[in-house]
C-alpha cells in the first residue's frame, strides 16, 4: 500500500490506542486531506476522521486525528467493545488517484 | 440524507462481464465526483477508479485499466462500473463512494463479484 500503517493494535477497555498511517512528502506530509475509516466485519467503512482533524456529525469525539510531518494518527480513547473494528486511513495526493492504507485490526481487551 | 445503493454484483465465469450500478440520493449528484473502491475477501480498501462531475475525465487503477470503464448519469443520479475480461482476482465487494479530494466520504453497501469457473 501507499500507505504504511501497522497490522494490528489492541487496548484495553476505557484505555486509549494511536493508529498511526505513514506516507510521503509528496501526500501525507503535504496535504491536510487524511481521512479515516472504521470498518465492521461484513460491513462498509464508514468515516470517522477527515481533514486530518475534523470528526462528521454523529462521531463521538472519542475519535480524535492528528498529523506530524509524514505520518497522521488516529487516536481512540476511553475504548469500547463497538470500536474493535478494521481501521483505514487514506490520503490526498494532489491527483486524481486515491490510496488507502493497508489496515489496522484494533482488538479491545 | 446522502444514500449510495450498489447493485449489479453476482458470479460470473473467468473472461465473463458485469455491470455495477450505484444509485444516489440525498445530495446534488452532478456536483460530486465519484469512485469505486474494492475489498478482496480478507484483504484491504483498494482503489479502482474516478470519475469527474461530468464524466470528462476517468482514472483507474493499473491492475483494472483497460478492462473497466466507470461512467455516470446525472440525470439519473447514477453511477457504473463496466467490468470486462473478469479473472478470479477481481473477486471482491465492490463499493461506490462519493469523493472528497480522492477519498469517499460517502460509501454505498457494497455489491459481490465473485468471479469463478
Known amino acids: 500500500s501507499a500507505l504504511t500503517q501497522p497490522p494490528s493494535a489492541s487496548g484495553s477497555l476505557g484505555q486509549s490506542v494511536t493508529i498511526s498511517c505513514t506516507g510521503t512528502s509528496s501526500d501525507v506530509g503535504t496535504y491536510n486531506y487524511v481521512s479515516w475509516y472504521q470498518q465492521h466485519p461484513g460491513k462498509a467503512p464508514k468515516l470517522m476522521i477527515y481533514?486530518?482533524?475534523k470528526r462528521p456529525s454523529g462521531v463521538p469525539d472519542r475519535f480524535s486525528g492528528s498529523k506530524s510531518g509524514n505520518t497522521a494518527s488516529l487516536t481512540v480513547s476511553g475504548l469500547q467493545t463497538d470500536d474493535e473494528a478494521d481501521y483505514y486511513c487514506s490520503a490526498y495526493a494532489g491527483g486524481n488517484t486515491g490510496m488507502f492504507g493497508g489496515g489496522t485490526k484494533l482488538t479491545v481487551l | 440524507e446522502v444514500e449510495l445503493v450498489d447493485s449489479g454484483g453476482g458470479s460470473v465465469q473467468p473472461g465473463g462481464s458485469l455491470r455495477l450500478s450505484c444509485a444516489a440520493s440525498g445530495f446534488t449528484f452532478s456536483s460530486y465526483w465519484m469512485m469505486w473502491v474494492r475489498q478482496a475477501p480478507g484483504k484491504g480498501l483498494v482503489w479502482i477508479s474516478t470519475i469527474n462531475h461530468d464524466g470528462s475525465t476517468t482514472t483507474y487503477a493499473d491492475s483494472v485499466k483497460g478492462r473497466f470503464t466507470i461512467s455516470r448519469d446525472n440525470a439519473d443520479n447514477t453511477l457504473f462500473l463496466q467490468m470486462n475480461s473478469l479473472t478470479v482476482e477481481d473477486t471482491a465487494v465492490y463499493y461506490c463512494?462519493?469523493?472528497?479530494?480522492?477519498?469517499?466520504?460517502?460509501w454505498g453497501q457494497g455489491t459481490l463479484v465473485t468471479v469463478s469457473s
Open positions: 463512494g462519493r469523493e472528497v479530494y480522492s477519498q469517499p466520504d460517502y
Open positions: 481533514e486530518v482533524t
